[in-house]
């Protein structure tokens, strides 16, 4: 188990440290910040050459990797050039509006999605099993910006029962999570009905049934925990697509989360916050796999001993 | 993605629209100083009420002065602050705001204004030279991005009362510039520096900052004690940022907002019979073009020969292209001063579609068959300016101008702009610019400064001769003369292929009244009030 673990540590750190190569070098790919952070009518050659220097965009690549890269093993993640403010603070503004949307984007998509999954699964060709299958399809057919926008437009602009954009309460969460739901409904509605499919015919589920346990205990202690093993790695992921999600989401309906945040900087050529911000995002991500594995080792014993 | 999505469904709307009938939309020839103001037809109230609610396409970078990035952010803080002087966004002239008069020296290089006396800041303290001072002390901060442009002017105290403002370069349009410098509180400065403003910005304007949750509002409230007597006349203006145009749309219709800008004309026609809304237009003082390189990339091409870049001219259909990609909304433009600057020739007619002439002019150039020539335009930066491009492209292709590798060199607009300030751009490349000074003047230094100008890829002396003339006659009669002669000289001689100025949509709730944008996007809200 722990030396499971420690192996997983060690992938995971890989990993970041990937991410961080990687985003470097691709911000760097989209040109000279500089050029852009002063209006052109300004723009003298000499101000332009300052405004590198000032930067530190003179120094070699490498030089200017490791600098970066011991500021972040420093816990120093820079200084936004947009937001006038230490990226750290930038972030854990945004971070708590892009929680509360992912948190309440899964709440929506587990609520409809396990009922939905568990119903088609023991009743297989059944029209409650249509409904399940049409409606895992659907949601994972059905792109998240055209969905925010039938939305709006139908909550909105039609029946005025809610705001189209912006925050002003939680109110003004339930079209976003909604829409940022599907994708996470349709895969979760897949998964549990054919998980549930699946262990109904396992041969441990017979002999519970010849043995005379009560559908209701085979359906707790045999069904429902064997097919959350499958569920739980899949949730975790599907949290970090929410996340993704919410890059979209949260510039249509006007939401300031990390989302949003990530297209002002990009907008902005603030590569400072672009770059830390992805690998604050990749970092968040390779956490919720980990925790991942961690409960997954927990729930399935094969794992935690090979 | 998405835009790139709703822009080609609109198109598609577009074309059917047309087909079936002529598309209502102003002619954009009528333009001229026309802005079409919200009617007036109800009383404006006697005391401020009501909370005006404004959508903004992008939260401002910054709601400090001097490091205000973009128009949006300028508006912000145009209703916080106010300038010296003011332009009447109706006539188009400049006229007294905190200062009551002003007179300009013989030789253009001081200007003296009379101070407007018991105007108060927010902050309480009364308004006097000091406060010049420190605004332009705090500004040339290097910490501040248009820190270059405040250094340029030294202030001189006559009295209390009285300031002198000199530019340390001569700069003809110098007085009108000064509408972008927002006085700030010299208290305000003394006792928290450009970090306090950035934070809780102090003007003298029609109304005070109360707070600004980043992405999400910024709220403003009627300032009781504001100098203009029965300004503002609303009690609070709420700025709200929605990045995506759709939601824009949405938020009008259902009246959660009052105001919103940046329309495209697809966009603008859905809202069209939309009960409660109403459309406005106005054209933008901003000129697209396709320029030409004489400087790094261009030397030794064909484009060096006058021949070959009248004929490159006379074999765009601009009036096509306007019509199919921006539903005719836009001039077609003759040069590079509008009709919105100072000296504008109207007689000058945008080059006619004449692709015979074209292939005549080439043949005469010794170019029978045409050349092959590298191309670049940016990605993202501007609406279906990337369509444009392939349509210019193509009729190059029609008199025998191929590309290079045979398609448009495409760039991610960070990247491009990257390249043209290190003129590494193809010899043709696409691009626009404004001017927000009422003259051309910028733009064409900008544009066809040569080697001196990040973003110039062109040198001709005789503009350089005309630019110099102009930027040192500080006679505006004589100067509009002198923009003529260019603009004749710039006809004849083209560094661009000139394209089109494009018309700007925005639309308000009909309870909105006394709005009035000026062709740079700019407006003054202390005169909007809501007739409910």
Request: charged share 20%; hydrophobic share 45%; glycine share 8%.
């Amino acid at each position: 188990m722990q030396r499971y673990l420690l192996m997983r540590l060690g992938q995971s750190l890989l990993l970041l440290f990937g991410a961080l190569v990687l985003v470097f070098w691709m911000v760097r790919l989209t040109g000279d910040p500089a050029a852009l952070l002063i209006a052109r009518d300004f723009a003298s050659p000499e101000q332009l050459q300052e405004m590198r220097a000032a930067l530190g965009l003179n120094d070699p690549l490498p030089v200017q990797f490791i600098r970066y890269a011991g500021d972040v093993l420093r816990g120093d993640l820079g200084y936004s050039l947009r937001f006038r403010q230490p990226v750290r603070d930038v972030i854990f503004a945004a971070l708590p509006i892009t929680l509360l949307l992912s948190t309440l984007a899964m709440a929506i998509a587990l609520t409809v999605a396990i009922p939905l999954g568990v119903i088609g699964g023991v009743s297989p060709g059944s029209w409650k099993d249509s409904l399940a299958r049409l409606v895992g399809l659907l949601g994972q057919a059905t792109p998240t910006f055209w969905l925010a926008l039938i939305l709006i437009w139908v909550f909105a602009v039609n029946l005025r029962w809610l705001p189209s954009f912006g925050v002003d309460g939680l109110r003004s969460f339930i079209l976003p999570a909604f829409a940022l739901s599907i994708g996470a409904v349709g895969q979760l509605v897949r998964l549990t009905r054919s998980a549930v499919l699946e262990i109904r015919n396992e041969d441990y589920i017979r002999t519970a049934r010849s043995k005379g346990l009560s559908p209701f205990t085979i359906g707790l202690h045999h069904i429902a925990r064997n097919a959350s093993i499958a569920l739980v790695s899949v949730v975790g992921i599907q949290f970090t697509y929410l996340m993704a999600g919410s890059i979209y989401i949260e510039s249509i309906f006007a939401i300031p989360g990390i989302g949003w945040m990530l297209n002002e900087a990009i907008r902005n050529r603030d590569f400072v916050l672009v770059q830390s911000l992805t690998l604050f995002i990749a970092t968040f991500a390779v956490l919720i796999h980990l925790a991942t594995d961690v409960i997954y080792s927990v729930l399935d014993p094969r794992i935690r001993h090979r | 993605m998405l835009q790139r999505i709703l822009r080609i469904l609109g198109i598609m709307a577009i074309a059917g629209a047309l087909a079936a009938c002529a598309a209502p939309v102003p002619s954009p020839e009528t333009g001229g100083e026309a802005v079409s103001v919200a009617s007036g037809d109800a009383a404006a109230p006697s005391s401020p009420s009501g909370a005006l609610i404004v959508a903004l396409p992008l939260d401002p970078n910054s709601i400090n002065p001097p490091n205000a990035a973009d128009r949006m952010a300028g508006n912000v803080i145009n209703q916080i602050f106010d300038s010296l002087i003011e332009v009447d966004n109706v006539t188009n002239e400049l006229r007294p705001s905190l200062a009551t008069e002003w007179t300009v020296s013989e030789d253009g290089m001081e200007y003296t204004f009379k101070l407007r006396k018991g105007v108060r800041f927010h902050d309480g303290s009364l308004f006097d030279a000091q406060d010049v001072v420190a605004t332009f002390e705090a500004g040339k901060d290097p910490v501040n991005a248009y820190a270059s442009a405040y250094a340029n002017v030294t202030v001189e105290v006559v009295d209390d009362y009285t300031v002198k403002l000199k530019p340390n370069t001569p700069d003809v349009t110098f007085l009108r510039s000064l509408v972008g410098y927002n006085i700030i509180s010299a208290e305000q400065f003394a006792a928290e520096g450009n970090a306090g403003i950035e934070i809780r910005p102090i003007g003298s304007g029609p109304f005070k900052f109360v707070e600004w949750s980043k992405g999400n509002r910024i709220v403003l409230e009627a300032f009781e004690e504001y100098w203009d007597e029965g300004k503002p006349l609303v009690q609070q203006v709420i700025f709200r940022p929605i990045p995506e145009s759709s939601t824009r749309l949405a938020a009008i219709q259902t009246g959660e907002v009052h105001i919103i800008n940046r329309l495209s004309a697809d966009e603008a026609k859905t809202l069209e019979g939309v009960d409660g809304v109403e459309l406005i237009t106005y054209p933008a003082d901003r000129v697209y073009y396709i320029a030409f390189n004489n400087l790094t990339t261009g030397v030794g091409k064909p484009t060096e020969d006058v021949r070959v870049r009248q004929a490159m001219n006379y074999a765009v259909d601009r009036q096509a292209i306007v019509e199919s990609l921006f539903g005719g909304n836009a001039r077609l433009s003759a040069g590079f001063v509008t009709p919105w600057n100072l000296g504008f020739d109207e007689s000058l007619q945008p080059y006619p579609y004449d692709p015979e002439r074209a292939r005549a002019l080439l043949a005469e150039a010794g170019y029978p068959d045409g050349f092959t020539i590298g191309m670049a335009c940016p990605i993202g930066a501007y609406t279906s300016f990337e369509d444009v491009c392939q349509a210019v492209a193509n009729y190059l292709a029609e008199v025998g101008i191929t590309l290079e590798g045979g398609e448009i060199e495409f760039l991610e607009s960070g990247v491009y702009w990257d390249r043209q300030s290190k003129k590494e751009l193809p010899p043709l490349f696409g691009d626009s610019w404004s001017a927000a000074v009422g003259e051309a003047l910028p733009r064409l230094v900008g544009a066809l400064g040569g080697w001196q100008e990040s973003y110039s890829a062109w040198s001709d002396p005789e503009i350089d001769r005309y630019l110099a003339a102009i930027s040192s006659t500080f006679d505006v009669e004589a100067r509009a003369a002198l923009y003529k002669e260019l603009q004749a000289y710039m006809y004849e001689n083209p560094p661009f292929i000139y394209l089109y100025e494009p018309i700007t949509f925005e639309a308000i709730r009909s309870a909105v009244k006394g709005y009035a944008p000026n062709s740079v996007e700019q407006y003054y809200l202390k005169h909007v009030y809501l007739a409910e």
